[in-house]
């Protein structure tokens, strides 16, 4: 959501929505690759949960952008919390893996992150400028956790 607001997207509210219902869309599509990548591991249940979350959220999204800012700050903050917990949850059941610490610390960021969009619901303004970092750091946190759990799950010559 902040990246939508960063690139400038907020003189343009169709790209701003555009931007809005990719990015929880794009996290579903993400999870599928992580379970692809990590079949045999484990229990894919916090994946699948987070699947559903972000379907779900997608459409959610679809319907606050008739009602607003905060209504989309809210449905942000709740979708935040949930996928932050369960990214904490996997990075710390997957210590075992390696390289885990970006989806450890990315989750408990989004579980901050989530608190702090339904608290700013009320101030949307303030709010939807405070949270440009928030993709960003998101999408950093991502690679770098796909950069070592791939590395993690080469062999070694």
């Given amino acids: 959501m902040g990246w939508a607001y960063a690139a400038g997207a907020k003189s343009s509210p169709t790209l701003t929505a555009t931007l809005l219902l990719l990015y929880p869309a794009w996290d579903v599509l993400a999870t599928f690759g992580d379970i692809r990548a990590n079949r045999g591991t484990g229990s894919l249940l916090p994946q699948y949960v987070n699947i559903g979350v972000g379907s779900v959220t997608t459409?959610?999204?679809?319907?606050?952008?008739?009602?607003?800012?905060?209504?989309?700050?809210?449905?942000?903050?709740?979708?935040?919390?949930?996928?932050?917990?369960?990214?904490?949850?996997?990075?710390?059941?997957?210590?075992?893996?390696?390289?885990?610490?970006?989806?450890?610390?990315?989750?408990?960021?989004?579980?901050?992150?989530?608190?702090?969009?339904?608290?700013?619901?009320?101030?949307?303004?303030m709010g939807v400028a405070n949270l440009a970092g928030y993709a960003a750091f998101g999408a950093f946190y991502f690679l770098l956790a796909a950069l070592r759990l791939r590395k993690a799950t080469q062999p070694q010559p």
Avoid: D, N
């Fill in 59 to 125: 459409l959610a999204v679809g319907l606050a952008l008739r009602s607003g800012v905060p209504a989309v700050l809210i449905v942000y903050g709740v979708w935040a919390a949930l996928t932050g917990v369960i990214q904490l949850l996997l990075g710390l059941r997957r210590r075992q893996l390696g390289g885990q610490w970006p989806m450890i610390l990315s989750g408990g960021q989004s579980v901050l992150a989530g608190v702090s969009f339904v608290a700013m619901a009320h101030a949307p303004k």
